[in-house]
């Protein structure tokens, strides 16, 4: 079992940075991809951006593409999303998630068998 727990949300003006933070519970956390998806109201949660256990491979939905950037320290055990330049379209409840046994391209929910219990995120315009 890992604990995720999500922090560094908050209200923002549009334009603004904030840097979410993911402390996750497991020793073995270095081993694992993880991910951050995010979810608005009445809608789906969609992905935002994912790294690979060593931190050398990204990827980003393009919503966020060259705005927001994750990252990861292994030896905190804490994955990071650094956001920059948001926009009220940013407006979301913000999860982090550690890759599963099905884990591929790290672009979809069930590829991750751990969830935190999310961070609000919302930007002003």
């Known amino acids: 079992q890992v604990r995720l727990v999500e922090s560094g949300g908050g209200l923002v003006q549009a334009g603004g940075s904030l840097r979410l933070s993911c402390a996750a519970s497991a020793r073995t956390f270095s081993q694992y991809a993880m991910g951050w998806f995010r979810q608005a109201p009445g809608q789906e949660r969609e992905f935002v951006a994912r790294?690979?256990?060593?931190?050398?491979?990204?990827r980003y939905a393009d919503s966020v593409k060259g705005r927001f950037t994750i990252s990861r320290d292994n030896a905190k055990n804490t994955l990071y999303l650094q956001m920059n330049s948001l926009k009220p379209e940013d407006t979301a409840v913000y999860y982090c998630?550690?890759?599963?046994?099905?884990?591929?391209?790290?672009?979809?929910?069930?590829?991750?068998?751990?969830w935190g219990q999310g961070t609000q995120v919302t930007v002003s315009s």
């Open positions: 998630a550690v890759g599963g046994a099905t884990y591929s391209d790290g672009r979809y929910s069930h590829e991750y068998a751990y």
């Open positions: 790294v690979s256990w060593s931190g050398l491979s990204t």
